[in-house]
């Protein structure tokens, strides 16, 4: 019996391993069966080189569960170690024997999964003991076993065992007894090793017994895995229904993805997988982290931002590559050039997908549209040079379902659509039934209107607005249809300061209170035809808002109330009807309280102009109580005819009805003030 201590620098390297260099405990199970692998992998690279010419016979790694023990056993029939062997690559942590492996059979050694000779001892995060019993392929070769607590100390002695391989033995610890359980360890499996090349096998295959009314085991084994999974075949192969089963193995519940793209390549790094376009419909973040990384069919994470460029985060798949550079854990990947490359291809592949459907059928592309721009507006939104890819297959969509590239819409409206000051007016909707009639005046105006109700199709408006030239997208709903792409200068209205006055605060003092909306109410003349009272909302603040919802730095934008412009239309009758209502039935009211305020606002004036030349020092008190008594009774006269405007509008229905048509038109009117209106209607039919 040989007895001595591991070859490490520090008695406390088991707390660091436990504590430190691996960044969850459950992966100790993967890297057990991981060596598993790679040790029978190197035996059937040593067969085919005709340096073991024994009978491989079955490769498979069993995993095996002792609850009554308190141990989990990996067994596999790979190489096997001889005492040297174990001497030298578990008694000093971090040589790995692997590294020595692959410098000799470089050119043929496939599928080696470890490079840090530290995998094993992730053992001992979970074990408070850990065995190995082993026998090297080496003809004459003794089985050996080793033994060691989680301390430095280890002991070496003989051992029985037939044939070669290794078992590995956990004694698993009290505070880790979550690892003994068979679900427990079956899910790990599946998660970590469903993909391994060479079979695992977990438990007995079970099936239905009539005679004892349940699931018993069979004498067939339980292989969790798929030795030869779908990205490691070649792509001419497959068929469309190959891929679809795949998808549906690694997300069960999702529905059929659009297309996949089929990822192969070994140079300038190796690097296979099936990405998949998924159909999205709700938030982005619940899609995201769907793409699992493997190494040499290794389950490492589906953290994979560093290596997929930001906006292909939301497609699903599988990308497996060696060249991507890890810790020694395997969990956390390592920033360097090579992952940068490998993210600029992806994205070129994709794109270059991309672009391929497009050309080849046109027509399937823009079926696939609506559940692909998420993607595409994504890539825009967050991938700098993204945009010079995809404007050669980014589509629009009109309200009418016609879809157009960037060049083809823009040569459809630039006859039509170009404003006093030549720039190109994009008018877009963002929902085709709630704004139809602000759809509909454009459309009778002679313009196209595009259709931009995706999740990103708004806050990707800012970007393209910067790549097209001398162009504005603005919402057909922004303002009255003269002004949305403003030919000539607006003509004016032909109402005098007053009426204009009178006509606004009518309005304004009916307007409801809305939670978080403000109102302003503008009088313009918008022609006999068009409708009495409409509410725009700006461009540039809505727009704000709506990107405040995906950009935190935007937050202040988010807090601000909605503002609406309610605008008359000084030219329809309902409107002239009630300002000449106003004009006769309040005249006689309003004229000497108008003739008052204009008095007032006269002294006023006087009054500042007398003090305006003088410094503050050199007003005299009597000059100030006379400005103050002034403005005072100015405010006076506005409130007394501000209240006459409110008794006078209180009592109209026609006033109350052209602002809840207003509001209702825009989704506004709701609760108690649309039931006012709904009994209004009835009442002033009758």
């Known amino acids: 019996m040989q007895k001595g201590n591991i070859g490490v620098t520090t008695e406390n390297i088991f707390p660091v391993i436990k504590k430190f260099l691996y960044s969850d405990h459950e992966i100790f199970l993967r890297e ?40 989990i056993t990996i067994s596999d029939r790979g190489i096997g170690m001889t005492e040297e062997e174990i001497d030298k690559y578990i008694n000093q942590i971090a040589f790995s024997g692997v590294n020595d492996f692959l410098e000799k059979y470089k050119d043929q050694a496939n599928n080696i999964i470890g490079h840090f000779g530290l995998g094993f001892y992730s053992s001992f995060m979970v074990s408070k003991k850990v065995e190995i019993i082993t026998k090297s392929y080496k003809e004459g070769a003794k089985a050996v076993k080793w033994s060691c607590d989680g301390s430095p100390a280890f002991e070496i002695d003989d051992a029985e065992r037939e044939e070669r391989g290794s078992d590995i033995i956990l004694y698993i610890d009290d505070d880790c007894k979550e690892f003994l359980d068979k679900q427990k360890i079956e899910q790990l499996l599946q998660k970590y090793c469903k993909f391994l090349p060479v079979p695992i096998a977990f438990g007995k295959k079970q099936e239905w017994s009539s ?84 190494c040499n069919q290794v389950f490492v994470t589906d953290q994979v931002e560093g290596i997929v460029p930001e906006f292909l985060t939301l497609l699903h798949g599988v990308i497996d590559s060696p060249d991507i550079p890890l810790n020694v854990s395997r969990s956390y990947l390592q920033s360097d050039r090579e992952v940068k490359k490998i993210s600029t291809y992806i994205t070129k592949k994709v794109s270059d997908r991309l672009k391929a459907i497009f050309n080849e059928d046109r027509k399937a592309f823009e079926e696939k549209w609506d559940d692909l721009k998420l993607f595409i507006h994504y890539g825009i939104l967050t991938e700098e040079n993204f945009y010079d890819r995809a404007k050669e297959f980014s589509l629009l969509k009109d309200t009418e ?69 001398k162009s504005r997208f603005t919402r057909v709903d922004a303002d009255t249809i003269d002004h949305l792409i403003q030919k000539d200068d607006t003509p004016k209205s032909n109402l005098s300061d007053a009426e204009r006055d009178n006509l606004s605060a009518v309005f304004t003092s009916q307007l409801p209170k809305i939670d978080k909306t403000e109102f302003i ?22 727009r704000m808002k709506e990107m405040s919802r995906y950009q935190s730095g935007m937050a202040f934008y988010g807090q601000m109330p909605d503002s609406f412009n309610l605008v008359l239309n000084s030219d329809h009758r309902l ?94 009117l709701k609760g108690a003030a649309l039931d006012a209106f709904l009994r209004r209607s009835v009442d002033m039919i009758q």
């Open 401 to 469: 379902g016609k879809y157009f590239t960037f060049d083809e819409y823009k040569t459809l409206i630039e006859a039509g659509q170009k404003d006093k000051n030549d720039t190109l007016i994009y008018l877009y909707a963002t929902n085709k039934d709630e704004q139809y009639s602000y759809i509909k005046a454009a459309q009778d105006k002679g313009y196209s209107v595009l259709l931009l109700d995706g999740q990103l199709d708004v806050p990707c408006i800012q970007t393209l607005e910067q790549k097209f030239e």
């Open 211 to 294: 005679d004892e009314k349940k699931m018993v085991d069979t004498a067939e084994d339980n292989i969790i895995n798929n030795v030869e999974p779908l990205w490691t075949k070649a792509p001419s192969t497959l068929k469309d229904e190959d891929y679809k089963s795949f998808y549906r193995t690694l997300y069960p519940m999702q529905d059929e993805p659009l297309f996949w793209i089929h990822l192969n390549v070994d140079y300038p790094f190796n690097l296979t997988g099936i990405l998949y376009f998924p159909r999205i419909k709700s938030s982005l973040e619940l899609q995201k982290n769907k793409i699992q990384l493997y």
């Open 575 to 668: 409107v002239k009807g009630i300002l000449s209502a106003v004009n006769t039935e309040l005249s006689e009211q309003l004229k000497p309280i108008d003739a008052e305020l204009k008095g007032q606002e006269a002294r006023l004036a006087a009054l500042n102009q007398k003090t305006d030349k003088k410094k503050p020092e050199e007003i005299t008190q009597e000059e100030k109580d006379e400005k103050a008594a002034t403005e005072k009774a100015i405010d006076e006269q506005k409130e007394k005819k501000q209240q006459l405007i409110n008794d006078y509008a209180a009592k109209n229905d026609v006033v109350h009805q052209l602002i809840d048509l207003a509001l209702l038109q825009n989704g506004m």
């Open 32 to 71: 057990m069966v991981s060596n598993a692998v790679d040790a029978t992998q190197k035996l059937k690279t040593l067969a085919a080189q005709g340096e073991f010419k024994g009978e491989l016979g079955d490769l498979t790694v069993h995993v095996s569960l002792d609850t009554e023990k308190g141990t």
């Open 521 to 542: 109410v503008e009088v313009n003349a918008l022609g006999e035809e068009q409708r009495p009272v409409v509410i725009t909302q700006n461009e540039w603040m809505r």
